[in-house]
């Protein structure tokens, strides 16, 4: 490893642990603890990725898992980031992103390209001809998107997990672990977490060779690590911030959904690039990455390197690149006056020439664009402008940028923390947080090494008191004080460009000033046109020079400029963390085990699984629906109606409640007896339907449509509060199971298992009766939804597979025949029965879908009255009609949506339409316009491509309009 | 042949009989007594079992005079909404709002079918409620690794009485165990969402190690009735 340095005192690698791994088919070693960044870096490997659109080469950037253009693959997954990526035995990576590999990437000619494709260039490009719009597309497909997915790996499982503690502290700097033992030397429950492997923050690499500094870390970490009550996780990122401090913890494995009940944000500052021509190739970087590689991973980042400075950082890092053997071969400080500190004097005698008010205006590549072969220097006027003039070229293999920093405070803007620039620190700084939310150490704004601490300390107790403990001391939040640590305009302008604003989709300087010249001169539209920000760092190193670049364009000031919106999460997330293990509820009836011996087909109602039809062997689902159909007409068919909502309502009030709840009179309707219930919204729209059963004086028993049952009682309930009726509901749609046995047979066949009186004189059609069945105690009520003798059964649902047994045994010398949904709405549709959600929708009222009878204008009051009573005025739009095709009709049948037409127009569309087989004909309801709803009228029904059919309005129902089937003669006659 | 003594069937029965349990009958309802032998079960009540408790008779009685009503019966009736109290025979009573009380029998309780009795003449302003949950008892040391994975309440510090929430996605009622000891968080929830709620769980009770467990985990008395 031609580049690994001799051991540092705080590495984080492992010397006893070689290890072996593969990038882009070649075989390469380091160290336990190393990344595939450091490793390949250590190994003289100085192209690590390609970048996003002209795909240049590029190295290590920041190492603060924000490196981006170093993106890799394998089997398993795609777009690890290299910089954060462990070298493990058996690891195989490589690049994403390239035609032909990361060294020869033929994509490169894009680079050359990069004239024609200035920013924005899609939305003009490819706009015209519109026929070549679909050339276009795919190409941009294949070029587009990083990484690609492997289909066959092996399913990892990744189930989430809850947790809990008092306080979160995010970040193990000096401020974060002062905060964490400040809060949980108050005895509350706090857990630390660090992005990093290891604790320490940016103690790790900026202050590694300060001694102090150091003795200060493992102090605080010996008591942070003698509290029980504190709980330290490393390699664990707090990457989403949600109301109430619910926090989305991402590790290796899993994301933690924890709940804190105060958090403070000790994350830290993301340190910031320079602008200038070349300054994304290999070999240019952030000092900060520079000084990681030396102290954490014990590798060289240089031999010989320029470092453009803007504050102190930049010469403690030109201090620490000397004491690494590196050749220092100047420092070019961007500020007028240089450094005020001793540090430049420590930089001077240390052989190292400074340049005050001089900025690097230029890196220039070795041939490939591999790496670097000096840096040019030029002056630099104190508004941050280059002079023209004389620059001086240095030859180096490295530049190290040390111009400033921006808080990571994406944690502090989710939770709609309000962050204001502060020119004394020339950094974004909160001034208002959400209660419980506490900010320390440099994302607050304090640099200084023992500010920071008293900082962390003061919002530990903060968030201790927040959260009720009693807390014994406090500290004094110390001033933000300068100087800043970041120069206002760190950016060089240059003719030829390819100077990076964002390295992450590779917008230059003069993107953001040609959109600005087009008219993009509001940062929401300039975000969304030049799409800076928007690749996989999230702009973390883009945002703040954009910004500066675009009020220097626009002549507004930083301070007076809104952020773009911070939304989870703050880093990239693998796709299956957020999976996890998908809870998807579903219900069952208490049946549901015989429909699958019975061979049924399910199908999703709502989060119902229900039966569809029952397949039997040689018949296509078509031909057994059908059958089922016959069945029910003809002998006798069973089909399980548990789903529907079941509501129990009782009390002195249950029928003056019933009776405004729903359009119909109930308030006279004797028990014993049910009726059709509607149920409309205030403006009138129908939202639900079913049957009310009067059990007793005050008892109702009520049923709703399959899918209304919870939304029917919370609305129920809510009224009845509003209203103060004195009435006890119950939603017992779990409690019971319930089945329709409906045909000619049905009474013969119930009549076997029970000692009811069933006869027509004593159970009426639309009577209700409680009793047994086969021994259990039921409710039976006679209704007609499918248009033949029938009774709907409610049993308790622990029992119900015992009467549904015994049913199917007592009917199996009739041919009894379970049927399903489809069937019932075969059967439904030919006696015209309404199903609300599909020959309703979210507007329509009784009187357009034809149940002008169920609602009774003249009641005192229902909910909705007032609304119909507008509608009743007005002209109707629209007309729910049935219609059918003639019985020779041997074309396309339409389909539910299918279009009513009339003079080319959209006159109304078909809600419900089959071909009956009792009637030989296809029928169906349409909504059309009024004057078409006359019996007899031709309305044109189009049915696909353009093909226009012909239907007539016609009475409903379509079968037994008289409802003959229900009269008992008629249904003896049937049954002998 | 269908039997001519109505038989109670628990919404989990096809759940659990392809898991191949040692029958018994309960309450009149056939539930699994075991489905290993006696050591590993009681290893897995100790460790981390799942159970299906359904069979424990069950009603609640709601209503403004309902309280009241309960009392005069000898009923124990909690104090606040959401608390629980022993009902006699090992049964609890469990207030589940201002004017409700939800009550469940132990293993050869009689005291719900009692109070089911008396609810037949419709006292005044009491109101019979059926119950007929799903109920389960997630038992031993491991449970709180489930409940991490599935529900987003803190039991690992003390809780009295019954909470509200979902677990898995499923709204459920959960009783956590009363006192340091006891053997298990109780869930009650709408019998249709069971047969999803009980895949779920035990797949994660897999994960870590435990497995379904018999009535006879909960009372090895069970197998003698």
């Known amino acids: ?976 | 042949m269908i039997s001519s003594n109505p038989l109670r069937r628990s919404p989990l029965h096809e759940a659990l009989q392809e898991l191949n349990p040692v029958w018994g009958k309960v309450h009149e309802m056939q539930v699994p007594l075991r489905f290993g032998g006696a050591a590993k079960e009681s290893q897995l009540k100790a460790e981390l079992s799942l159970c299906d408790v359904s069979c424990f008779p069950k009603i609640g009685v709601k209503g403004p005079e309902a309280l009241a009503w309960l009392v005069q019966t000898g009923t124990s009736v909690p104090d606040s909404v959401y608390g629980v109290q022993p009902l006699g025979e090992g049964g609890l009573a469990i207030r589940t709002d201002r004017q409700e009380v939800f009550l469940e029998d132990a293993l050869g309780g009689q005291r719900v079918s009692q109070l089911e009795s008396a609810l037949q003449a419709h006292p005044p302003g009491v109101c019979l409620v059926r119950r007929r949950d799903a109920s389960l008892a997630l038992m031993g040391a491991g449970s709180n690794r489930v409940l991490r994975e599935t529900c987003g309440v803190d039991f690992s510090r003390p809780v009295t009485g019954v909470v509200m929430t979902r677990v898995a996605g499923v709204s459920c009622m959960v009783l956590p165990p009363q006192s340091a000891g006891a053997p298990a968080f109780r869930f009650w929830l709408d019998p249709s969402y069971a047969p999803y709620l009980w895949e779920a769980l035990l797949e994660i009770v897999r994960h870590h190690g435990g497995d379904a467990a018999g009535l006879e985990a909960i009372d090895p008395s069970v197998g003698k009735l």
């Open chain 1, 1 to 976: 490893m031609i580049d690994r340095l001799p051991p540092q005192p705080h590495e984080w690698i492992d010397r006893a642990q070689r290890i072996q791994f593969e990038f882009e088919g070649r075989q390469y070693s380091g160290f336990a603890g190393d990344t595939v960044s450091t490793a390949l870096w250590a190994n003289g490997v100085r192209v690590l990725g390609r970048s996003f659109k002209y795909h240049r080469p590029r190295g290590i950037w920041s190492l603060s898992h924000l490196d981006t253009n170093a993106m890799l693959e394998t089997r398993q997954q795609t777009n690890i980031r290299a910089d954060v990526c462990p070298i493990v035995p058996g690891l195989s990576v490589k690049a994403v992103n390239t035609v032909g590999g990361v060294e020869h990437d033929l994509a490169a000619v894009m680079d050359w390209l990069s004239p024609f494709l200035p920013v924005g260039f899609y939305y003009k490009a490819f706009h015209t001809p519109g026929r070549l719009f679909p050339f276009y597309e795919r190409r941009m497909r294949e070029m587009a998107g990083l990484g690609s997915v492997n289909p066959d790996r092996h399913l990892e499982h990744t189930p989430k997990r809850y947790d809990f503690c008092d306080v979160l502290v995010v970040g193990s700097g000096p401020a974060g672990l002062s905060a964490a033992v400040a809060a949980a030397e108050s005895g509350l429950q706090v857990l630390l977490v660090e992005e990093n492997p290891r604790l320490g923050g940016s103690l790790c690499y900026q202050a590694a060779n300060d001694s102090e500094a150091h003795k200060l870390q493992a102090g605080l970490l010996e008591r942070a690590l003698s509290l029980k009550n504190l709980e330290l996780r490393c390699s664990t990122l707090a990457a989403g911030y949600y109301a109430d401090h619910w926090i989305a913890l991402i590790d290796s494995t899993r994301m933690t959904k924890l709940r804190a009940r105060s958090l403070v944000v000790a994350a830290g500052c993301y340190e910031q690039p320079a602008v200038f021509r070349n300054n994304d190739l290999p070999g240019v970087m952030l000092a900060s990455a520079a000084q990681r590689l030396i102290h954490q991973y014990g590798v060289r980042p240089f031999r010989e390197v320029v470092v453009l400075a803007a504050n102190s950082h930049g010469y403690q890092a030109a201090l620490d690149f000397v004491a690494a053997g590196i050749r220092v071969q100047a420092l070019a400080d961007l500020r007028t006056q240089g450094e005020p500190s001793s540090l430049a004097a420590q930089v001077k005698a240390a052989g190292v020439p400074i340049h005050n008010a001089t900025c690097v205006s230029e890196a220039t590549p070795k041939r490939g664009l591999r790496s670097i072969t000096g840096a040019v220097l030029s002056s630099v006027a104190a508004q941050g402008s280059i002079q023209p003039g004389q620059s001086l070229r240095i030859a180096c293999d490295g530049i190290a940028m040390s111009v400033g920093w921006t808080p990571a405070d994406g944690l502090l803007r989710q939770g709609q923390g309000r962050l204001v620039y502060n020119c004394e620190v020339e950094q974004y700084v909160p001034e208002e947080l959400p209660d419980g939310v506490f900010a320390a150490g440099r994302v607050n704004g304090i640099y200084d090494l023992a500010a920071r601490l008293d900082d962390g300390f003061a919002a530990g107790v903060e968030a201790a008191a927040y959260c009720g403990a009693q807390v014994s001391s406090s500290r004094q939040r110390p001033p933000r004080i300068g100087p800043a640590r970041s120069h206002f305009y760190p950016i060089a302008s240059h003719a030829k460009g390819k100077n990076f604003l964002d390295l992450d989709e590779d917008i230059q300087l003069k993107d953001i000033e040609h959109a600005v010249q087009e008219g993009f001169d509001n940062l929401e539209l300039l975000k969304r046109y030049s799409t800076f920000g928007m690749g996989p760092s999230q702009g973390k190193h883009a945002n703040l020079n954009v910004l500066r670049a675009f009020c220097r364009l626009t002549g507004q000031s930083l301070d007076a400029l809104e952020m773009t919106t911070a939304r989870p999460f703050v880093n990239p997330v693998p796709l299956s963390h957020l999976a996890g293990r998908i809870f998807s509820p579903h219900r069952q009836t208490p049946l549901h085990a015989r429909h699958k011996e019975a061979g049924a087909s399910f199908m999703h109602a709502g989060n119902w699984l229900r039966p569809e039809y029952y397949a039997v062997a040689g018949r296509t689902r078509q031909e057994a629906i059908a059958e089922e159909v016959v069945a029910v007409r003809h002998r006798l068919g069973l089909i399980d109606v548990g789903t529907l909502g079941k509501l129990e309502i009782s009390g002195p009030d249950a029928a003056a409640f019933i009776e405004r709840i729903y359009t119909g009179r109930f308030a006279r309707l004797q028990p014993g007896l049910t009726r059709y219930v509607l149920m409309c919204d205030e403006s009138g729209v129908i939202i639900d339907d079913g049957v009310a059963a009067r059990l007793g004086e005050d008892r109702f028993y009520v049923t709703t449509t399959t899918s209304g049952s919870d939304a029917v009682a919370r609305e129920m309930r809510r009224w009845a509060m509003v209203w103060r009726m004195k009435i006890v509901l119950v939603n017992a749609t779990g409690t019971y199971g319930a089945m329709n046995l409906a045909g000619p047979q049905s009474r013969r066949v119930l009549e076997s298992l029970t000692s009811m009186d069933l006869s027509a004189g004593k159970f009426p059609y639309l009577g209700v009766r409680e009793g047994e069945i086969a021994g259990v105690p039921a409710r039976l009520l006679r209704v007609g939804f499918v248009g033949e003798w029938g009774y709907e059964i409610h049993v308790p649902a622990d029992t119900a597979v015992w009467v549904w047994d015994h049913l199917m045994e007592a009917g199996r010398k009739f041919g009894i025949r379970p049927f399903g949904v489809e069937a019932q709405r075969v059967l439904r549709l030919e006696k015209a029965h309404v199903i609300i959600g599909q020959d309703s929708d979210g507007l329509t009222h009784p009187f357009e879908a034809g149940m002008q009878w169920a609602v009774k204008m003249d009641k005192p009051f229902f909910v909705g009255q007032r609304s119909l009573a507008i509608l009743a005025k007005k002209r109707p739009t629209r007309a729910l009609v049935g219609f059918a095709l003639p019985s020779s009709y041997a074309g396309p049948i339409p389909k539910e949506c299918h279009l009513v037409i009339e003079s080319g127009e959209i006159a109304g569309r078909v809600t419900s339409v089959t071909f009956s087989s009792t009637l030989g004909q296809v029928i169906g309801l349409a909504y059309v316009k009024p004057e078409q709803s006359r019996l007899g009228t031709t309305i044109e029904i189009r049915v696909g491509r353009g093909e226009m059919i012909r239907a007539a309005v016609v009475r409903t129902p379509f079968y037994d309009p008289q409802n003959l089937r229900q009269s008992q003669e008629v249904a003896l006659q049937e049954a002998s």
